[in-house]
């Protein structure tokens, strides 16, 4: 049974930096794509970003890039996601997600690219 933990969320300022990681258990994590989303109140969720299986390849969304740095350590099954600078506007749920396909390496930023997700946690950014 696949499990995605998320942490690391909670209150902070705006300017200020959060790390989350994701927790990954009962699949062979280096063997799989992974992405962080988010969803804020009362909008769709949305891509952060991502990482290829190796962590050679990452990719961002605009509204984060230069703020966000997505990592991953293979040894420890576990993905994380550096947040500097933060704003308001990142105020949301962050979920990490894995693809399950094991047979391509790459990047991928639409929701349907993932099948397993975790529960989220949450990030507030004061003003």
């Known amino acids: 049974q696949v499990q995605l933990v998320e942490s690391g969320g909670g209150l902070v300022q705006a300017g200020g930096s959060l790390r989350l990681s994701c927790a990954a258990s009962?699949?062979?994590?280096?063997?799989?794509?992974m992405g962080w989303f988010r969803q804020a109140p009362g909008k769709e969720r949305e891509f952060v970003a991502a990482?290829?299986?190796?962590?050679?390849?990452?990719n961002y969304a605009d509204s984060v890039k230069g703020r966000f740095t997505i990592s991953r350590d293979n040894a420890k099954n576990t993905m994380y996601l550096q947040m500097n600078s933060l704003s308001p506007q990142d105020t949301a749920v962050y979920y990490c997600?894995?693809?399950?396909?094991?047979?391509?390496?790459?990047?991928?930023?639409?929701?349907?690219?993932?099948?397993?997700w975790g529960q989220g946690t949450r990030v507030t950014v004061s003003s």
């Open positions: 990482i290829s299986r190796s962590g050679g390849s990452t």
């Open positions: 997600a894995a693809r399950a396909n094991i047979y391509d390496s790459g990047t991928f930023s639409r929701n349907r690219d993932y099948d397993y």
């Open positions: 009962g699949l062979t994590f280096s063997m799989h794509n």
